[in-house]
């Protein structure tokens, strides 16, 4: 029988520095929050080479509802097929404490010595003063050792703490990627054969129309790089002017983004920015990387900031190179444009109130499938399963439209995602709204992410989904739209953007 669905809070640890009291630390470890001004941003969580543990600090993981619900929490890790060990995580957490409790212990009698010298050194005789002298140097001495056993103790057990995913919706399949549940298809594969045609691969349509090349980038950049050319260009642009457009008059703000983030923010939102295993290019000698969204410097944008209840739900739209890795993707069906290292995308991000999550996460899923309707894509709607899910996402559909060009008689190919993230990056990156509560929601704690009473602050909700993906957009729209002669009838919505061009063909 496999592990039950099951649903818990995420992960909320606030670390401030070793100097920090033990009743302080105690307390936001818990989940405390400081009262806040809406109208003053609340210093951001750390930036530099502290990285994933700088992220973290800002709010990750609450410890100890993990050790209440250890057998929960094991569950959902087991279900979506996370490396994480959550004992050695509690482990380390209680170490963690008691070198907290024992280096605030250690300080406090420091500071009294140093206090007895100040106003009582005149009294002492010179025995009594040399006893305390020699006091003070033993104790400051415990106290440096302490200090760095702390900062030892704090980034072991954030290392792993950091490893914990946010919990899964019910609804989730369980299960590996094989378990995605198809919750509709909309539309038909293309009958070539009634064209009097065979399906034709993107790379080869594009290489009869000399719309990319990929040789010329291969010996700049090396593999899986690209250059765009004559109506390819076109095409990349139109389709980011388009997309721009349509999410902006559905109410999305129009942004374009860095492509550089700090380590901190680039894990705050949940990605591994070090490791093997990680897709983010960093800079040598830096604490920057190469984002592989925009998600990543849209999340960062409001870290460490307190929204007004009015500013949400905060609609986004930025456009974006993305950068990635893609350590170990190889093989016939991902050739071409379908997964390079870098390209261009429009992604949609939304922060907002955790009551409204669930209902927006549906919207932006309807709002993709709009887009994908305008383009006459033919494509179909997946539940992801617990294990394909990304440690941030609470839940995720995909939407992958039929490219008869990929492998061997077509197949499906991922062209977008929207994730409900719900508190997970927000805990994080520390972003919060104030909202007055109820005297009795105050009382009982009821609300859910709430952490602190009437007329605090909570956790928002972030939420993410792809409007536009270009490359994988002009690899289908290319492998549909072929026709008999060669050419490729452009989309209706996209020719305004062409200079009106409704046909690709070689001049």
């Not at 609450?62 to 050695?88: G, P, S």
């Not at 349509?205 to 980038?217: H, K, R, T, V, Y």
């Not at 949609?348 to 887009?371: Q, T, Y």
């Not at 919060?432 to 605090?456: F, I, M, P, Q």
């Amino acid at each position: 029988m496999g592990p039950a669905r099951m649903a818990f809070s995420p992960p909320c640890l606030t670390l401030r520095g070793a100097a920090s009291a033990a009743s302080n630390r105690l307390s936001r470890l818990c989940g405390g929050a400081r009262r806040t001004s809406t109208t003053t941003p609340r210093r951001p969580p750390p930036t530099g080479v502290r990285g994933l543990r700088g992220a973290v600090a800002a709010g990750a993981v609450d410890m100890r509802w993990v050790k209440d619900n250890i057998n929960t929490v094991k569950a959902n890790v087991a279900a979506r097929a996370v490396a994480v060990d959550v004992d050695a995580a509690v482990s380390l957490y209680d170490a963690y404490l008691a070198l907290v409790t024992a280096t605030d212990d250690a300080r406090r009698q420091r500071n009294l010595v140093a206090s007895r010298m100040k106003t009582e050194a005149a009294k002492m005789t010179p025995d009594v003063r040399a006893e305390v002298i020699a006091q003070g140097k033993a104790l400051k001495s415990s106290v440096t050792s302490l200090e760095g056993r702390l900062a030892h103790a704090e980034s072991a057990f954030v290392a792993e703490a950091a490893k914990l995913p946010n919990r899964t919706h019910p609804d989730v399949p369980l299960g590996g990627e094989e378990a995605a549940t198809t919750l509709r298809t909309v539309g038909a594969p293309r009958d070539f054969a009634a064209d009097g045609m065979a399906p034709r691969s993107h790379v080869d349509i594009g290489a009869d129309l000399d719309l990319f090349d990929f040789e010329a980038a291969a010996r700049v950049a090396g593999n899986k790089f690209y250059y765009l050319k004559n109506a390819g260009a076109l095409l990349e642009l139109a389709l980011i002017n388009w997309s721009m457009a349509f999410v902006a008059s559905r109410g999305f703000t129009p942004m374009t983004a860095p492509d550089l983030a700090r380590e901190d923010v680039v894990a705050g939102c949940g990605f591994a920015p070090r490791g093997e295993a990680s897709q983010v290019y960093r800079l040598e000698e830096s604490d920057l990387c190469l984002v592989g969204t925009a998600e990543i410097p849209l999340g960062g944008m409001y870290a460490g900031q307190v929204l007004t209840p009015k500013q949400l739900p905060m609609r986004l739209a930025a456009f974006s190179h993305c950068f990635r890795r893609e350590v170990g993707a190889a093989g016939t069906a991902t050739r071409g444009l379908y997964r390079v290292h870098q390209f261009s995308k429009v992604e949609l991000f939304v922060i907002a109130r955790p009551e409204d999550s669930e209902a927006i996460h549906k919207e932006l899923l309807g709002l993709e499938e709009e887009m994908f309707t305008a383009l006459g894509l033919c494509y179909r709607v997946l539940d992801m399963p617990s294990g394909d899910l990304g440690n941030p996402a609470y839940r995720k559909f995909d939407i992958e439209a039929w490219m008869p060009g990929r492998g061997i008689g077509g197949g499906w190919g991922e062209i977008s995602s929207a994730s409900n993230c719900t508190d997970f990056q927000a805990r994080r990156l520390g972003i919060r709204y104030r909202e007055d509560t109820s005297d009795d929601e105050a009382a009982t704690g009821s609300r859910e992410g709430s952490v602190s009473g009437k007329g605090g602050t909570r956790y928002a909700h972030t939420l993410n989904a792809t409007a536009c993906a270009v490359p994988r957009m002009i690899v289908t729209i290319l492998e549909n739209n072929v026709q008999a002669d060669g050419s490729v009838t452009v989309p209706h919505v996209l020719r305004p953007f062409m200079g009106g061009l409704d046909v690709i063909r070689l001049r």
